[in-house]
């Protein structure tokens, strides 16, 4: 939809959906303040569902700047069924600029509510922009409210986290308690929304309750709760994933390799890398200097009579800036620079540029894969 600061915006396609839903509901809500609308009730109704998600987007943008301003990178963001998401893709470095990232949206958005209620002052209440700026202001008002929670994922849940990461100095013991919390918020509003919402504590008529408006208040309830319990198990399980990053290590992940010439027979440099101790070639030019890595893919699929005839060059990829990378690079500064450069294998060098090895990305899986299946200590 746009790149706000250089950010891309997406619409997911479940927006639509509760465009809909609150076209319809607020719709509803307009013929009993508004009778004389008519039909037109629903166009003024698709407006406030724009407006709406358009204070969510001001909402992420808030979390988006701050996110820029601390030089942390943002993928994206995404307006989604249940409002919007910044995908940032590094943990803020200290807990005070993790609070402040948390912050600032329920703060942007209690400020939009201020900025709708001081409209409102302007307009006739009983009019459609006085209803609009109304349900904008409460909206907006719920927004920063339920996002003030304190229980991931929610920004609430973030600005807890800080705190106790913050007291402990300890980042995972403040995720652990925020996502524990997140899960007891989950079952709260499971069980507590409908009840709140039959017993008509939240300023709905008892004479509107029963019925298709139960089952809704259920639906929407678990909805809820499965999304804050869902957001709250992945806070948790990325938490537990860079705890683990700093064992992903490129010099003690590198299968050793030899160099070989371009014309070298592929049964002769499979011969060398054996009495080497070697797993994988790497094709140099005459000065010595590697141009290609012979890929492991490649040399399984060429049968063992075959060998002697097909020279290494034919199954070799040639390199490229982004294949080579450094033998000190451990941890999410791996990972980045992997990602940067998909490939199935890459060239690790040494500081001075002499060939330390290649580097799979099956071999990096595996060596995760391994280190997530351990428990955290």
């Known amino acids: 939809m746009g790149r706000p600061f250089g950010v891309p915006v997406y619409v997911s396609p479940s927006w639509f959906l509760v465009a809909a839903l609150i076209t319809w509901v607020f719709g509803d809500q307009l013929d009993r303040i508004l009778p004389d609308l008519g039909p037109v009730r629903y166009l003024v ?64 958005s209690l400020l939009l ?62 995720t652990i308690a925020a996502a524990w919390v997140g899960r007891g918020l989950a079952v709260a ?82 011969r060398r890398a054996n009495e080497a101790g070697a797993r994988a070639l790497v094709v140099v030019d005459g000065h010595g200097d590697p141009t290609a890595i012979v890929r492991e893919s490649a040399i399984a699929s060429v049968p063992e009579h075959r060998r002697p005839w097909v020279a290494v060059s034919t199954l070799a990829q040639d390199l490229t800036d982004g294949m080579k990378v450094s033998a000190e690079l451990t941890g999410e500064e791996l990972l980045d620079r992997l990602r940067a450069t998909p490939a199935t294998e890459y060239l690790v060098l040494e500081p001075g540029g002499a060939i330390y090895g290649v580097l799979s990305t099956l071999d990096v899986e595996k060596a995760f894969v391994k280190a997530m299946a351990r428990p955290q200590s």
């Open 45 to 108: 109704s698709l407006f406030f569902a724009v407006a709406f998600y358009a204070s969510v987007l001001v909402h992420e943008l808030a979390h988006t700047v701050a996110a820029l301003r601390f030089k942390l990178p943002v993928r994206r963001i995404q307006l989604q069924f249940f409002g919007g998401v910044s995908e940032i893709e590094k943990e803020s470095e200290t807990p005070g600029r993790e609070f402040v990232l948390a912050f600032v949206g329920p703060l942007l």
């Open 189 to 270: 509003v499971l069980l507590g929304l409908p009840l709140l919402t039959h017993t008509g504590l939240l300023g709905n008529r008892t004479q509107d309750i029963g019925g298709m408006n139960t089952v809704m208040d259920a639906l929407l309830a678990a909805i809820l709760a499965a999304i804050i319990w869902t957001g709250a198990g992945n806070s948790l399980r990325m938490a537990r994933l860079r705890a683990h990053l700093p064992e992903l290590r490129a010099r003690t992940l590198t299968r050793r390799a030899i160099p070989v010439d371009n014309a070298t027979p592929l049964s002769e440099a499979l």
């Open 113 to 174: 509510a201020g900025a709708f209620h001081l409209g409102m002052k302007a307009v006739e209440p009983a009019s459609v922009p006085g209803v609009l700026l109304a349900g904008l202001m409460i909206s907006n008002l719920l927004v920063a409210a339920f996002n003030l929670l304190p229980g991931l994922p929610l920004d609430g849940g973030r600005m807890l986290r800080a705190v106790i990461w913050g007291i402990t100095g300890n980042p995972m013991a403040g």
